[in-house]
Nanobody, 116 residues
Framework: VQLQASGGGLVQPGGSLRLSCAAS????????MGWYRQAPGKQREWVAT???????TYADSVKGRFTISRDYAMNAVYLQMNSLKPEDTAIYYC???????????WGQGTQVTVSS
């Protein structure tokens, strides 16, 4: 499975961005998909997950501002980010979980910078 993330950029505080992640290859093995982020000097942290079955979950820091969605026909996952704050600045990585092996696949990351 290969993951290709896109949609990052520079945005002012309070603005919005929509990240996309397209999966290719053996996509039939994917169960859950999600987003993580890593700010400079910090560890990678979980942002949101959308399973094939079950509820969507969000980190408290983004709840109410970010929305994760998934297009099964396109093998894609999206992250709509609203009311962005400077502390949202990070490299955002998409993630896919192999339902058979529990292996985690990672995309290459896309930079999001929130600054005036």
């Amino acid at each position: 499975v290969q993951l290709q993330a896109s949609g990052g950029g520079l945005v002012q505080p309070g603005g919005s961005l929509r990240l996309s992640c397209a999966a290719s290859g053996s996509t039939f093995v994917i169960s859950a998909m999600g987003w993580y982020r890593q700010a400079p000097g910090k560890q990678r942290e979980w942002v949101a997950t959308i399973p094939r079955f079950g509820p969507v979950t969000y980190a408290d820091s983004v709840k109410g501002r970010f929305t994760i969605s998934r297009d099964y026909a396109m093998n894609a996952v999206y992250l709509q980010m609203n009311s962005l704050k400077p502390e949202d600045t990070a490299i955002y990585y998409c993630n896919a979980l192999d339902r058979g092996t529990s292996y985690n696949y990672w995309g290459q990351g896309t930079q999001v910078t929130v600054s005036s």
